[in-house]
């Protein structure tokens, strides 16, 4: 009986797509005459694109058994929100009711004709004016009655569909290059930015106010002079160097806000204003209207110290609260299993790629340094990821540029 049984239910839940029946040998064949709707079998995933402003889920009901249908049966739906609770208790999770006014139910009821197996498709249409993106909203919608004396199958009664808006993709185009300190051809270096056309550009190695560079020459002001429509924040890894300064500069098309400076030490250790540590910045960027966290970092060549480094940037940066984040700069590791990586990864960072091209040294590459990475990888797409040519270094700088470009989904 166990046997027939499940071949019979697997037919039943094969209905809408099943032209022909054939009577099993076995009795009990009224048992298995029910009406149901074949998508309650799983949780049903929409996901949509906000531009759209609305779309349409449909519904329906089935007829199972081992004939067709043996007279007209009318079949009666409604949206129950009360279900959402239930549903989140049973299955542990914690999605959200669909509100009514997002909902359009015009036709809540259909008919499985006579020597059919399945209703017409009902539409419902949703707005998506006012929804949260990705927030996952829950419609559960159930057959409230069945005409006839043909039964329900109340296991198969209610169908739930996940509801969730995603934004359009924002492209973001991030540059990242150790130009090495000395080299203060900013008029190449600007040109090399702006050729590119990238929304965020992270500058290594770069001297404010030294006597190497010159005691009055303010290379970061210098070169955002060179960049209109770019704003910028200068990050010291040493704050008293040859009467001036040296670290990494941050330039960005988008308005910088929530600004944090850090420099990296081994904790204990003296953070004297001579001693080089690892340049941290953290940052909230506006793109029209919508904010990415951004952080920014040169790590140290050696890995205890490193390894410090990356203790003390998971701590600023925190665990991953679900908003979009990306991390640029030099990593100092390979990007497939190297210890930055590693260590990044239990906050929910991951690199672009793990089979990068390396990008130093610019003579003979072979090793990896800048790299971008982002968290949680559900709210970015990779567009690409180029390291840059020779050409794109200015003096005697040892690395070559990386292009990254990012959709993002806020």
């Given amino acids: 009986m166990k046997k027939y049984f499940l071949i019979l239910y697997s037919l039943l839940l094969l209905g809408p797509f099943w032209s022909c029946k054939q009577a099993p040998d076995v009795d009990y064949t009224e048992e298995y005459r029910t009406v149901y709707m074949a998508k309650a079998v799983d949780l049903q995933d929409f996901i949509f694109q906000q531009s759209l402003g609305s779309n349409k889920i449909f519904v329906g009901a089935s007829y199972g058994g081992v004939d067709y249908a043996p007279e007209d049966i009318q079949v009666q739906f409604e949206t129950d929100m009360s279900l959402v609770s239930q549903y989140n208790d049973q299955y542990g999770t914690n999605f959200l009711p669909l509100p009514l006014n997002n909902i359009t139910f015009v036709k809540k009821d259909a008919v499985i004709k006579k020597g059919d197996l399945q209703t017409d498709a009902l539409p419902i249409d949703i707005d998506f004016a006012g929804l949260s993106t990705f927030t996952s909203y829950l419609l559960p919608v159930k057959i409230t009655s069945v005409s006839g004396g043909v039964p329900l199958k109340e296991t198969l009664r209610t169908t739930y569909f996940r509801i969730e808006v995603r934004s359009d993709p924002v492209p973001v185009k991030i540059m990242s290059l150790g130009k090495g300190g000395t080299n203060n051809d900013m008029d190449k270096l600007s040109q090399i930015i702006l050729d590119a056309n990238v929304d965020i550009a992270l500058i290594r190695e770069i001297d404010k106010n030294t006597t190497r560079s010159g005691s009055t020459s303010d290379w970061p ?33 988008y308005a910088m806000s929530n600004v944090q400076l850090y420099r990296l030490v081994a904790k204990g250790t003296s953070q004297a204003d001579n001693t080089e540590r690892g340049p941290f910045a953290t940052m909230d960027l506006d793109i029209n209207g919508k904010k990415l966290k951004l952080a920014t970092v040169h790590t140290n060549t050696d890995g205890p110290t490193r390894a410090t480094q990356l203790g003390e940037m998971i ?61 949680p990888s559900g709210r970015f797409s990779v567009v690409s990821h180029v390291v840059g040519t020779a050409q794109q270094v200015i003096g005697t700088g040892t690395h070559l540029p990386i292009f990254t470009t990012l959709n993002v989904y806020f």
Avoid: H
Avoid at 224 to 235: D, E, I, N, R, T
Avoid at 342 to 361: D, E, K, R, Y
């Fill in 315 to 375: 701590e600023i940066l925190g665990d991953d609260d679900g908003k979009p984040s990306v991390l640029v700069g030099n990593m100092n590791a390979n990007p497939n299993g190297g210890d930055s990586y590693a260590a990044l990864s239990g906050i929910g960072f991951g690199p672009v790629c793990t089979t990068c091209q390396p990008n130093f040294s610019v003579s003979n590459p072979a090793s990896w340094s800048d790299m971008t990475l982002y968290r």
């Fill in 221 to 253: 002001a210098i070169l955002a002079q060179k960049l209109p429509g770019y704003q910028y924040v200068f990050v010291p890894s040493i704050l008293a160097y040859q009467g001036g300064q040296y670290g990494m500069a941050v330039y960005t098309k």
